[in-house]
């Protein structure tokens, strides 16, 4: 699979002929958005496309993670069809993470697949979900357990669609840019931490930095690990494995991605100190840092089923929970971890 093209630039959703320059031999497009992005931003993105040449065919999605269903999908690649498009045409997908993924997990499978391109317009998929090809829905036994690897073509930030986020969606994405702070350059920890009020009030120039670095680091581990079958991809899982517990045992849709990713860092940390050699004095001050954020409390959720749904999670060996850990700030590991010391951290956090 080739490398996407990144487009990091004020006004870059209006530049459709840079971005989709070869992308559909049949001129032809599906513009692949939900009600909330649509509206802002849809007219928009799709007279840029027309400018460019290409015919298009609009489609939307319902929004949340109601997109990212098999249904949804199913009504995707129907009226493609219907519209008459073939394999040589390509989708552009406008959202956050859920439309990304249901929309590049469509253009992975429509007639095999079609190229696509990813127009992030949140935060969190600005820096992360919009890019590296990782593409897919969720099922009635948790999330994104059904889909494909298929790397878009390019990727288009533009920085200005932010302006309009609502707070938590900032918190969610900050809250993915974290986990690279802590993981892979602590440099981006210090720069989020430090400059939590400017971000969250939409400084654009700051708020480009953390998306630059992210989206660079997030490049550079796809890159070396497209299919996660060689390690590094799976050290972006920090704080992933309860999190994502989390987030289906809380119900879908009910914590924002980043909201449970800061939960699940939370837990991680502890582990991190008992488990991998994280000093505690860090493992506070970051724990500090992230109880200060505003995020909702899962309700009702049962520590059983966080652990059930940890030994299930795709680093799980022989039912046995694996976790990303960190030795030290910038030194991920992963490790097998007892579930005594997933139940006690479980319990710490909540
Ligand atoms: N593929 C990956 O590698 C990857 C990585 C992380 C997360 N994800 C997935 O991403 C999904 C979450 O994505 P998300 O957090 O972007 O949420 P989302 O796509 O559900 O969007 C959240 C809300 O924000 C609104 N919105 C979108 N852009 C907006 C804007 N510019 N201004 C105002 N409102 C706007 C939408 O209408 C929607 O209501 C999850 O399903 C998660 O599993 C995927
Ligand atoms: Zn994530």
């Given at each position: 699979?080739?490398?996407?093209?990144?487009?990091?630039?004020?006004?870059?959703?209006?530049?459709?002929?840079?971005?989709?320059r070869g992308l559909a031999p049949s001129g032809r497009v599906a513009l692949v958005s939900e009600a909330g992005a649509w509206r802002r931003f849809g007219p928009g993105v799709e007279k840029s496309l027309k400018r460019a040449g290409l015919k298009v065919h609009r489609h939307l999605l319902p929004?949340?993670?109601?997109?990212?269903?098999?249904?949804?999908?199913?009504?995707?690649?129907?009226?493609?069809?219907?519209?008459?498009?073939?394999?040589?045409?390509a989708i552009v997908a406008?959202?956050?993470?859920?439309?990304?993924?249901?929309?590049?997990?469509?253009?992975?499978?429509?007639?095999?697949?079609?190229?696509?391109?990813?127009?992030?317009?949140?935060?969190?998929?600005?820096?992360?979900?919009?890019?590296?090809?990782?593409t897919g829905i969720n099922l009635a036994g948790g999330k994104?357990?059904?889909?494909?690897?298929?790397?878009?073509?390019?990727?288009?930030?533009?920085?200005?669609?932010?302006?309009?986020?609502?707070?938590?969606?900032?918190?969610s994405g900050f809250g993915e840019a974290l986990k690279y702070g802590l993981v892979f350059e602590p440099g981006i920890w210090a720069l989020i931490t430090g400059n939590w009020d400017a971000l969250m009030?939409?400084?654009?120039?700051?708020?480009?930095?953390?998306?630059?670095?992210?989206?660079?680091?997030?490049?550079?581990?796809?890159?070396?690990?497209?299919r996660e079958t060689k390690g590094p991809r799976e050290l972006l899982n920090?704080?992933?494995?309860?999190?994502?517990?989390?987030?289906?045992?809380?119900?879908?849709?009910?914590?924002?991605?980043?909201?449970?990713?800061?939960?699940?860092?939370?837990?991680?940390?502890?582990?991190?100190?008992?488990?991998?050699?994280?000093?505690?004095?860090?493992?506070?001050?970051?724990?500090?840092?992230?109880?200060?954020?505003?995020?909702?409390?899962?309700r009702r959720v049962d520590p059983r089923r966080l652990l059930e749904l940890a030994r299930r999670d795709k680093k799980a060996r022989g039912g046995r929970a694996r976790f990303v850990l960190l030795r030290a700030p910038g030194r991920p590991v992963t490790a097998f971890v007892s579930d005594r010391e997933i139940l006690r951290a479980v319990r710490e956090i909540l």
């Open positions: 699979m080739s490398v996407e093209k990144l487009f990091v630039e004020p006004g870059a959703r209006l530049s459709a002929r840079a971005w989709t929004s949340g993670e109601a997109a990212k269903s098999w249904d949804s999908v199913s009504d995707l690649l129907t009226s493609m069809l219907a519209a008459g498009l073939g394999r040589d045409c406008l959202g956050g993470g859920s439309v990304t993924d249901a929309a590049g997990f469509a253009a992975a499978i429509y007639q095999r697949g079609i190229p696509w391109v990813s127009v992030p317009t949140t935060l969190l998929g600005q820096l992360d979900s919009g890019l590296g090809g990782k994104n357990l059904a889909g494909c690897f298929h790397r878009p073509n390019a990727v288009v930030c533009d920085p200005e669609v932010l302006a309009s986020l609502p707070p938590r969606e900032r918190v009030a939409g400084d654009p120039a700051l708020t480009g930095k953390v998306v630059e670095r992210c989206a660079a680091w997030k490049r550079r581990i796809v890159d070396s690990d497209e920090f704080g992933h494995t309860l999190g994502h517990a989390l987030e289906s045992a809380s119900g879908l849709g009910a914590l924002r991605h980043g909201e449970a990713v800061i939960w699940g860092m939370r837990a991680a940390l502890r582990l991190s100190h008992r488990c991998s050699g994280l000093k505690a004095s860090f493992a506070a001050e970051a724990d500090r840092f992230l109880a200060t954020l505003p995020v909702p409390l899962p």
